[in-house]
């Protein structure tokens, strides 16, 4: 059980004093939940500042460049949460005349919004009992319920879910909500919690067995694919020869022409028999770049278009080439 009335006290005491923290604005509430989603805190308090400066309100998000919205989020990874928020935000102007809905199954409706940010819109911005459990939220209660069970396993993360849906109901939604996220985040870390300065110790059943390390038990992960990639930054006497993503990862992002090859015979073969001819200029240089279930290994050459054009790609106006989404890996290897 935990200590609702001491987890309040410390949280109103303790927590850090956030932009989204100072508002009951839902839509700056999904703002940062959604920013929030395999993201760290100190990252994604520019781009919020940012996002709520350009788009400040529903109508202003649903309504904008798709392009530019991209632009606007580079760097945060994870894009498909930005087009499903925008799919949401043209969703509400329709049938919720621009007002974000106060009920629950309405929200959870909404393309991009899962139990957790269901339970954290309800619960933060109109102080209802809603659950929200995320990784942060999943490590206090298993550790002080010495909950030892597999939290990659879904049907355990519900029943947690249910458990600290009986405790929400006994607390001020908006506080207790944010109270388990601030906690897990500040005090009950992953490594070396700090449990002489937590309000849960008394009745926290990890520390009296001496087991919080240990807890929560995540089963071992599918390993990461390599990807071997040929990467040309590609020049044309108008521009850079960029191509935009279709694939579901970075969909919608640009990106130099890359081809899954070991070797740029293969990409050279490959592309005469398309009728292009480029020049390979230089030396190559080696990436890395980790995305949560693959890694691109890319052998990067610099590269002159000198004829033909594959049906995909694009030439890109140096001038906008800063203006235009791209996928950061790429980004960063133009030089
Ligand atoms: S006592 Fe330690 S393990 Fe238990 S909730 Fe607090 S910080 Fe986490």
Sequence with gaps: MIDIRALERWYQAHHRDLPFRQTKDPYHIWVSEIMLQQTQVETVLPFFERFIKTYPDIKTLAEADAESLQRHVEGLGYYRRFRLMQEAAKIILVDHDGVFPDDHDKVLALPGIGRYTAGAIMSI?????????DGNVIRVLSRVLLDEQDMRNSANVKRLDAINQTFIEKADPAIYTQALMELGALVCRPRQPRCDICPLQKNCLAYQAGRQET??????????TVHACITLVLTHPK???????????????????????????????????????????????????VFTHRIWEMTVYQARLISGMHPEWQVIDADEFNDIPMAVAHRKIKK
Aim: proline share 7%; net charge negative.
């Design 125 to 133: 911005a109109f102080g209802k009992p809603y659950s929200a459990v």
């Design 239 to 289: 521009g850079y020869v960029l191509r935009k993503r279709s694939e579901e990862l970075l969909k919608g992002m640009y990106e130099w022409p890359q081809f899954e090859a070991e070797s740029i015979h293969t990409v050279l073969d490959h592309l005469e028999q398309l009728d292009i001819q480029i020049e390979i200029v230089g030396e190559p240089r080696r990436y890395r770049h």
């Design 215 to 224: 807890l929560p038990y995540l089963s071992k992960k599918e390993p990461q």
